[in-house]
């Protein structure tokens, strides 16, 4: 990780720092403890690759971390970006829906932006043990003349199993679940649903996987306030997914089950790039750094024509939580 | 093949008989005589089955036919369908861009609509062997009472090599430019140069494949007419792919050329799911068959973090020619 550029400095605790800038300092530090805390678990002599990004004529850039073919991991990748400049007058439109505070302030119809944020994906190789994805975001527009106009924050975490042990469900919603609880306990509750609802793939009727958390536009208490709770929810994500890796990556599996992983993976895709919004945004934005926002997808996938799997299976009982959500914890 | 629904028995040359049973009957049969023709290169004991779906509580259905792990091909789907009844207000709104004529005739905003055509992926195991896809259609809307409101053809077909061999390029090119060529010799250009443009994965800045053909709104030309067109486009179709698939399917290849083409087959996903219009009507429309839609994913696929084929490779030409569409005949 010797690579990976140094924290800025600016501590979260010194409130007199621009959210943005603490917000940066803060998925900057999360990032390389999340790369040393599964790098320590790759078997192989690969490691978390750093490269760092700028952005073509706009402001900011980022950096991308990722551990490939590895012999525990197919494909781990941590990620920040810390991006600004102007929002294009479509995604002002798209964004006016939950923010009714966003408005052009530019001649041109834009509007200033920043937005940093920290996204993992982690796809092990053993079809026992679940893949991960993780995603925490601070986003802020303002005038011309430098005056705020909004801000919120966003995040969350799931879990993808295919196959499903429901302690591992259990232990990623409860470390989360008490992450949130030692701030609000009515968050927990709306943000699982909620977490349920957004990872919701249509065109299937069902879930992408058991979920987690899921939250956007929190901007409903001090804004330095709900830094912290995002960083206890960061803190919370190895606590809640390494004790898992240690049960599953040295399971043994079948060809089978392998196959089923790929189906699975298949679904992930289809959830990515037809119904995820950051996605989306990201590959209708001039200058985004493409190989950044796709580094989600697996390293492989598959589609099997009109694939079910066997009445009383395990993989049966996946698609069956998948298309009813459990409670958890 | 003998699952296979028979053909209706409306000849394509009475034309007494209505332009949209005649397409039925056409694509029935042609999906037959293709199903047969691929069939028959397949050298396990895997052979075609076929799935008929009907429409929920819509009108219309469908055949699916599909040949899956096979030895030559990892996944082939020739389909068909059959579907009619009424288009959601948002469904016209899309299609209003280039349908002028399209008004919803019903008190709750609807069109009555008829839709019919033909579809098919064929994912060859090899490296060295192309994908292929084409797709035949026709639309038609009509008001309450009856009475037609607007109609129109649209196709294509475009081949999809890992590595390009320029004659299996050429021979699809020129099959196709052939058929169109009897009938008017300004449409090959048009729907080359449009094929190219559909194609086009804007976020990659490259197309799917070295093209083909490629059109839509087709209605400049008297209905029957534009049927004939298309007979002699979907009779091109196996003479511009099956002497490339004698040539590739036994050639040796490497594990390398194998990973190379799981890429690729990554990029005809991102095409598939993100930008392609047909999959993602199919996907929107409520009671659509969504395992239909998306036979034409492959069956394996990959995604490697930034991954640049090396300099003056055969995999770097191949993304060469993506960048900078050739004039193949």
Redesign the interface.
């Known amino acids: 990780m010797s690579q990976l550029p140094q924290p800025t400095g600016a501590a979260i605790t010194e409130s007199a720092v621009p959210i943005r800038e603490r917000m940066e300092a803060l998925v900057r530090r999360k990032q390389k403890q999340i790369c040393d805390g599964i790098e320590a678990l790759e078997t192989s002599e690969k490691t978390f690759g750093a490269?760092s990004w700028q952005r073509g004529n706009d402001g900011g850039g980022g950096t991308?971390c990722?551990l490939?073919?590895g012999d525990v991991f197919e494909?781990a990748?941590v990620n920040i970006s810390v991006v600004y400049g102007a929002l294009p007058p479509q995604a002002i439109a798209r964004m006016k829906v939950d923010h009714k505070n966003l408005k052009a302030s530019t001649e041109d119809g834009s509007v200033k932006f920043f937005a940093c944020g920290l996204s993992l994906v982690i796809h092990p190789h053993n079809p026992h043990a679940p893949t991960t994805h993780a995603n925490y975001r601070y986003f802020e527009t303002w005038n011309e003349d430098g005056t705020p106009q909004a801000w919120w924050f966003g995040g969350g975490a799931d879990l993808t199993p295919s196959y499903l042990y429901d302690e591992d469900a259990v232990l990623f919603h409860t470390k989360h679940k008490e992450a949130l609880d030692k701030y609000d306990t009515t968050l927990y509750p709306r943000y699982k649903k909620w977490c349920d609802e957004y990872f919701y793939i249509?065109?299937?009727e069902e879930t992408r996987g058991v979920g987690g958390i899921f939250f956007d536009d929190f901007d409903s208490k001090p804004a330095d306030e709900i830094l912290t709770i995002i960083d206890t929810c960061i803190d919370a994500f190895l606590p809640s997914y390494v004790p898992t890796l240690h049960k599953r990556i040295n399971m043994l599996f079948t060809e089978q089950e392998k196959q089923w992983q790929?189906v699975r993976r298949?679904r992930y895709?289809?959830f990515n790039?037809?119904l995820d919004r950051g996605t989306q945004f990201g590959?209708m934005t001039p200058g985004s750094r493409?190989?950044s926002i796709?580094?989600s997808?697996?390293?492989?996938?598959?589609?099997?024509?009109?694939h079910h799997p066997e009445e009383g299976s395990r993989e049966a009982r996946l698609v069956e939580v998948l298309k009813s959500p459990v409670e958890w914890c």
């Open positions: 490269d991308s990722i490939q073919n494909k990748g249509k065109h299937r790929q298949g895709v289809e790039l037809v590959l493409i190989e796709l580094m997808l697996p390293m492989t996938a598959g589609w099997l024509y009109d």
